[in-house]
């Protein structure tokens, strides 16, 4: 609604810029207008209001039957590998008509929105913004940004908004554009503080060639005033009546929440003009030289771009899915390897996950990009990229919180505010519903007489999480459901909101609510969160200013992620305390939901950065682990690194991959039955890893229990059974739990079709 209002605007002004059949757009919300009124100064007395364009504080909810997809329920299955032309077909057959619909509105908004200067992204300067007064410095101007957060307490350097000093209607905040630019747009928001409450309730605005001459905002006659915000948090867009070239932009309170002050962040909307006197004017927006499909993908488009890069690239891509998120949209992935659809000996496995938080969206366009990048560059023979396909199976997940991300995207990236769509469909945090390993294994160390034989890695999944009733998210099973059938070595899980890495723990010891809580594998970890911070352009640039209120730069933009605030159940705790999986989260930008336009600039900060990271999977030593006899893999044997309180197993085939620094190390290689093996491994310090095979002995005991075993009775490890187990009634309740929200929408249905 809100984009059609700006295309008519945009019309009327550049008149016949634009084809003239988009004013067949019958949008009525704005008189007719003329553009005739740049001598008005800003004393003009009379004034008409601008009605609001967000829709999202009276659009409610939508309830499940509404959001339901056609063809979504019925059909879950934990790991349908199916491929997706089949099924996405059906579903395109059914949308079809909505599908180009929606394409033609995306080409009008691309072609016809002015994006935002850049407050919120920190492309405008702090020196560009002016006010006529603030508070203090902690409420200067430069803080007047659309979505920045203040710390917990009130009062330090960085508050959550502009403040002016005085309760007048004199104040004003400026923004200079450097530039000619066609203003469209202001979008306000309140002050963020959990402690006070300010919002401007309706402001004026006025433009500026030279920050000396004002015009006022005009709506036909009489000067525009605009509404402004109900809350603290909900951005409200207002659309200039007539889109006016100018280069600074004042926006001006009239009215304010009457126990509050003037406080304020916004961002501003504007095109830029080419001006041939401005020597700056013709200087090249940055972007990306790669052609990639630099847009927002809703579901139905994201769906669409990966089934494109399968058809570019049939011979590394396969597309699976690992189950479904509450609302029924399916959870894909990009599988891209030489040999998709197989692990091969000895070849580790990776994964990207982005879009926990459907609302961090950067995440997963930057994995939409990846996968274009990746199959393009291989069919090019780019060497880096086809050592890497060729030895890496990748796992590519865009899109975790489906139903979260879909809210987010109908309010747009400027409109969606800070939280809307980062939880599930069910108001669930997935970030914090893993189980947590951490405390089981911290208490049974506490209890243990002797602590070396309590076990650091594998912790199986407790009981009370396995219950049906429990609080885990589909999209949480989905995900740990594919933990457990793939033996991933690394991965990295995309967020955004912040500049910087954290790594492991992410849940402090003795809930403290921040404390550095390292790992065994503390010092790869670090290293690992340092490969990415260090080669990200925007996180590395020395000059760039905090996002919020935590300056990073002071520790090279990484982390402890319990340094930073205790995360219970998080993904990266549960990756390397049940499989042997390293994790860390990446905070990808400032602004959780970039403007389309930010989006080549976004891939080139992160485009070294994800391959480099890629690549540390690499690293350490990796072997395969067999029976000296048959020369047959041993499935879960436990590598142990000396003086590393972690340690891992196996997988199926006897593979193993241990991610360690250069140096030396003591391995010792353990299996039920077998003595154990012991090795020195070297890594150094070139990126590939050391390769350290292990045979082992079958103890006589073994062989004993193995002949015993043919006459009916079958010793196990009881651990590793246990596990199982564990995992199979995950499962088993997950399909229950699926099999009974099918049968009350089936019973709702004939309810409703009785009705
Ligand atoms: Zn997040």
């Not at 890496?392 to 309010?411: C, F, Q, V, W």
């Not at 045979?695 to 490890?717: F, N, S, V, W, Y």
Request: include cysteine.
């Amino acid at each position: 609604m809100e984009r059609s209002l700006c295309t008519l605007a945009a019309v009327i002004f550049l008149g016949g810029f634009f084809d003239a059949a988009l004013t067949d757009n019958t949008t009525t919300e704005i008189n007719s207008l003329s553009n005739n009124n740049t001598t008005t100064t800003t004393t003009t007395a009379e004034s008409v209001t601008v009605q609001p364009q967000d829709h999202s504080r009276d659009r409610p909810t939508p309830t499940a039957a509404q959001r339901k997809l056609p063809t979504a329920a019925g059909r879950d299955k934990q790991l349908d590998t199916k491929n997706i032309s089949q099924d996405s077909e059906e579903e395109e057959s059914n949308n079809k008509e909505e599908e180009t619909d929606d394409s033609k509105k995306e080409a009008k908004k691309t072609e016809l929105d002015c994006p935002p200067l850049g407050l919120e992204s920190l492309r405008v300067d702090d020196s560009q913004i002016q006010a006529s007064s603030y508070q203090r410095t902690g409420l200067g101007p430069h803080r007047g940004r659309l979505n920045i957060q203040s710390g917990i307490e009130d009062g330090d350097l960085y508050d959550g908004a502009w403040c002016a000093e005085y309760k007048d209607q004199h104040q004003w905040l400026e923004v200079d554009a450097m530039h000619l630019t066609l203003f469209t747009g202001v979008i306000l928001q309140g002050r963020n503080s959990i402690w006070s409450w300010d919002w401007v309730l309706t402001y004026k605005v006025q433009l500026s060639n030279d920050s000396v001459t004002w015009t006022a905002c005009m709506n036909g006659t009489k000067e525009a005033i605009f509404e402004g915000n109900q809350n603290p948090e909900t951005p409200v867009l207002g659309l200039l009546p007539v889109p006016t070239v100018a280069r600074f932009i004042r926006i001006n309170p009239q009215t304010w929440y009457s126990n509050g002050t003037i406080c304020l962040r916004a961002e501003i909307l504007g095109c830029h003009v080419d001006d041939p006197t401005d020597i700056y004017s013709s200087e090249q927006e940055p972007g990306s030289k790669d052609a990639l499909d630099f847009r927002q993908h809703n579901y139905k488009e994201m769906r669409k771009l990966m089934k494109s890069v399968t058809e570019e690239c049939p011979d590394i891509t396969r597309i699976y899915t690992i189950g479904k998120s509450y609302m029924g949209l399916k959870l894909y992935v990009m599988e891209i390897s030489d040999n998709p659809g197989k692990h091969e000996l000895g070849e580790p496995e990776f994964r990207y996950v982005a879009g926990m938080h459907g609302n961090e969206a950067l995440g997963r366009e930057l994995v939409l990009n990846l996968m274009q990048y990746l199959c393009r560059e291989y069919k090019k023979g780019n060497q880096r990229i086809v050592r890497l396909v060729t030895e890496t199976r990748i796992h590519l997940l865009p899109s975790m919180n489906p139903d979260g991300y879909e809210e987010a995207y109908k309010k747009g990236s400027e409109l969606a505010g800070w939280a809307d769509g980062r939880h599930s469909f069910e108001g669930i945090d997935l970030n914090h519903n893993f189980p947590d390993l951490n405390n089981i294994m911290w208490d049974a160390q506490e209890t243990a007489a002797d602590k070396s034989k309590v076990s650091n890695h594998y912790i199986p999944i407790p009981e009370y999480y396995t219950q049906e009733d429990a609080m885990v998210a589909p999209e949480t099973r989905a995900v740990i459901s594919w933990m457990q059938d793939i033996p991933f070595v690394l991965s990295a899980n995309l967020h955004g909101g912040e500049l910087v890495v954290t790594y492991p723990f992410d849940c402090t010891r003795d809930w403290a609510p921040q404390e550095d809580t390292p790992t065994a594998d503390d010092a790869f970890f670090r290293w690992l969160a340092t490969v990415y911070a260090s080669t990200n352009l925007a996180m590395s640039n020395p000059h760039r200013r905090l996002c919020h209120y935590e300056d990073f730069q002071a520790y090279n933009n990484i982390i402890n992620g319990g340094a930073w605030h205790t995360v219970p159940g998080s993904m990266n705790d549960f990756s390397y305390m049940h499989t042997n999986c390293f994790e860390v989260t990446v905070e990808l930008s400032c602004d959780k939901f970039p403007h389309v336009s930010e989006l080549p600039i976004e891939w080139e900060n992160n485009k070294e950065s994800l391959l480099v990271y890629m690549e540390q999977v690499h690293r350490g030593i990796k072997g395969v682990i067999r029976d000296k006899l048959t020369k047959q893999g041993i499935v879960n044997a436990v590598i142990k690194v000396e003086d590393h309180d972690h340690d891992i197993r196996s997988a199926t085939d006897g593979d193993y991959w241990r991610l360690l620094n250069p140096g030396e190390y003591k391995v010792v290689v353990w299996a039920e039955g077998y003595f154990p093996s012991v090795r020195h491994c070297r890594v150094g310090m070139e990126p590939h890893p050391t390769i350290c095979d292990f045979t082992l002995t079958k103890t006589p005991i073994q062989r004993l229990k193995e002949i015993r075993a043919k006459g009916g009775k079958i010793p196990q490890d009881l651990q590793l059974r246990l596990r199982a187990l564990r995992f199979r009634k995950l499962r088993a309740s997950t399909k229950a739990i699926n099999q009974r929200r099918m049968s009350e929408r089936v019973k709702q249905a004939r309810k409703a079709r009785s009705a």
